[in-house]
């Protein structure tokens, strides 16, 4: 157990210390009036600091800031940059598409290759594209709509799959409520989205019974609420219920493309009806993709028939542009390949030790989650078994002064949790030194 005093100490020393060492970011900051309370986008404000680092350059899996610090990138853009910044196959390729035109409203011949090769590795054959993970989110939602003609679906509490309203519903004391973050929703959610805790299977055959659910959208390990595993079989009793009830699954696997080469639904089963995935598969150019089985495509075209042609309410003029479909064609071609995950899978092991480690050396009832590549550490005993749990275990402040005493040692971790990425590029004395602040961080609380 870590005192509040302790951790107000170390965030009051480690504001101080950053202060000191960044005064560009200060002074750039105070000028930056122009933006709405100072950031380009208000997620920048949520980083620990004082004030936002001001990125220079990043590179692999390492950043500059303009104050000339270099830090082992752990955070790696929260996922768009998991396969390393700036790949080189990646910059010749835009390099390339940027001279000859960035969007037509036109497909281009690299579009063909691109749909096998996703085809290839997620294992479904029909695939759109759209410009976030949040868009493509939107669209499955509506397309499991208006294919199965039911108006809810169902996520899991504390679930995040982006900027998608329909997900933002909660349990509070076991009962839905809006979630209160969210700004200028004026429709009562919960009438369309059913929500029950993750792991309960129990309230899964409930929900699902009724045959009203068009869809249940879930990551197959939730990652946004810390980070809580599937328990066993629950993923099959999803699928089985799914089948059972013609509920759609859909596996947004925008984070759990992690797990393994073609995500958690092929590395670890079961398959979903429909799959998204953004951020990293362009590299950190916005795109994203969602695919789906045959049976559902049918579907689709049979309601694409019955509609008129005109807005369909899926899709933007960006959506597929050529530098899109560039970006993560070159992606899934040189970068995104089972060498990168066998990499990345011996790196997160190495940290995952690692931390461990320093846990039990601190005498810390700590613990710490592997999703593939992705890992996190929790300040609770035992791993939460859904997002109630999840949340309740969370304390903000510690996390907060834990990644502010990283950052002053050149470590990054994502802002809001505490998340580490290791990308194919990630070295080992990155995740030592990442260990090393860690074990230093841990000794200074317990001061
Ligand atoms: N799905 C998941 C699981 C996510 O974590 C996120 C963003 N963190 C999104 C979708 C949305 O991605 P984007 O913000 O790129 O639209």
Redesign the pocket.
């Known amino acids: 157990m870590i005192s509040s005093g302790s951790i107000a100490h170390m965030a009051n020393r480690e504001a101080e210390r950053f202060r000191a060492a960044n005064p560009r970011a200060l002074a750039h900051h105070a000028a930056a009036t122009g933006w709405f309370q100072s950031v380009p986008f208000h997620w920048m404000k949520d980083w620990p600091s004082p004030v936002p680092i001001i990125a220079a350059s990043a590179k692999d899996a390492a950043l500059t800031s303009i104050d000339g610090q270099t830090y082992d990138d752990f955070c790696l853009g ?3 940059s998991l396969f390393g910044h700036s790949p080189l196959p990646l910059a010749a390729a835009l390099a390339k598409q940027a001279s000859e035109g960035l969007s037509y409203m036109l497909p281009t011949e690299r579009g063909a290759a691109l749909s096998a090769r996703l085809a290839a590795m997620f294992g479904l054959p029909l695939w759109q594209v759209t410009t ?4 493509a ?1 939107r669209a499955v939602i509506r397309w499991c709509r208006g294919i199965s003609r039911r108006a809810k679906i169902l996520t899991f509490n504390g679930a ?4 998608v309203d329909d997900a933002f519903v909660d349990l509070k004391n076991g009962q839905p409520v809006m979630r209160t973050s969210l700004v200028g929703q004026v429709h009562d959610l919960r009438d369309t989205t059913t929500v029950i805790e993750f792991n309960d299977e129990g309230a899964l055959a409930d929900a699902l019974r009724g045959g009203d659910i068009a869809c249940i959208l879930a ?1 197959p390990v939730m ?2 609420v810390g980070m809580v595993r599937d328990g066993p079989g629950f993923l099959q009793t999803l699928r089985t219920l799914c089948d059972e009830t013609g509920t759609l699954l859909v596996f ?1 696997e ?2 759990t493309i992690s797990s393994g080469y073609g995500g958690h639904g092929i590395t670890h089963g079961p398959k979903p009806d429909l799959i ?1 995935v ?2 990293s598969i362009g590299g950190g150019v916005p795109c ?1 993709v969602y695919g789906f089985s045959s049976e559902v495509a049918a579907r689709m075209a049979a309601r694409n028939q019955s509609r008129p042609a005109g807005h369909s309410g899926i899709g933007t003029t960006l959506s597929a542009n050529a530098l899109a479909i560039t970006a993560m064609d070159a992606m899934l071609s040189e970068v995104i390949t089972r060498p990168a995950y066998d990499h990345m899978l011996r790196g997160a092991a190495r940290l995952v030790a690692g931390l461990e480690a320093q846990i039990a050396n601190a005498n810390l009832d700590w613990h710490v989650t592997q999703v593939g590549a992705r890992v996190e550490f929790l300040t609770c005993p035992t791993p939460p078994r859904n997002g109630g749990e999840a949340k309740a275990a969370m304390q903000p402040e510690l996390e907060a002064a834990i990644h502010l005493f990283l950052a002053n040692r050149g470590i990054l971790l994502a802002p809001f949790h505490n998340m580490m990425l290791v990308s194919p590029v990630t070295g080992d004395d990155q995740i030592d030194r990442l260990v090393e602040g860690f074990a230093d961080c841990t000794k200074a609380l317990k001061e």
């Open positions: 929260d996922t768009a976030t993970a949040s868009e989110n995040y799959h982006g900027a990551e990652t946004n947004d925008t984070h998204v953004g951020k994203a």
